[in-house]
């Protein structure tokens, strides 16, 4: 499996134009421009969960997964206006995985493991896929709601790119996906 990272929520609706600049924002405040990137939105449809990752040259393979250990502006500024919590992960499957969770605008928690300080003597394979959910990605799995492996999957699944140089008509984000989010339509969006 390859590295990667991203922020994960609980779907919640929101103005796409409004997600636009507040993933402007909090890219210029992680040192990052503008140009030439894109915020992909991928959904997990059936637990309502969603990724949010930067389509850019600097989150890309293992250096790139790696940048998210460091680049929280994000999380932090959705988490002020949802009402939910938004965890940033960092899976890097040769060195480590880290989950920080942030609402309100602030981090209220979050873990690190370096797979070198763990001891791999376990009995069986079995016994080692326990020890795995107990590790930053397996417990926030479970707090979501999900299988590690689904949520090390998410990825993979069929995701939306908001290119943020392109001007959209404000429209709510669950028009991405109308597919997979049949009957949630009737949320409000958070425009702001």
């Not at 915020?39 to 990752?53: D, E, I, S, Y």
């Not at 940033?88 to 040769?94: A, I, L, N």
């Not at 797979?115 to 590790?135: G, L, P, Q, S, T």
Request: proline share 5%; net charge negative.
């Amino acid at each position: 499996m390859e590295a990667h990272g991203g922020y994960l929520c609980r779907f919640e609706d929101v103005d796409v134009t409004w997600l636009q600049r507040v993933a402007c924002s909090a890219l210029e405040e992680d040192g990052q421009t503008t140009d030439d990137v894109g915020l992909q939105v991928t959904l997990l449809g059936g637990p309502g969960l969603v990724r949010f990752a930067w389509d850019a040259p600097f989150t890309y393979g293992r250096k790139g997964a790696r940048w998210y250990l460091s680049h929280h502006a994000l999380a932090r500024r959705l988490s002020e206006h949802l009402k939910t919590a938004l965890h940033v992960y960092v899976f890097d499957p040769d060195e480590l995985e880290q989950v920080m969770a942030y609402g309100n605008g602030r981090r209220v928690g979050g873990e690190l493991v370096r797979y070198v300080d763990f001891d791999f003597d376990c009995e069986d394979e079995a016994a080692f896929e326990r020890v795995k959910d107990k590790w930053p990605i397996g417990h926030l799995a479970r707090v979501l709601g999900v299988p590690r492996e689904e949520l090390l999957r998410f990825p993979r699944q069929a995701t939306a790119l908001i290119d943020l140089q392109r001007a959209y008509a404000p429209q709510p984000l669950w028009r991405l996906f109308p597919e997979s989010l049949k009957g949630r339509s009737g949320q409000r969006a958070i425009a702001s």
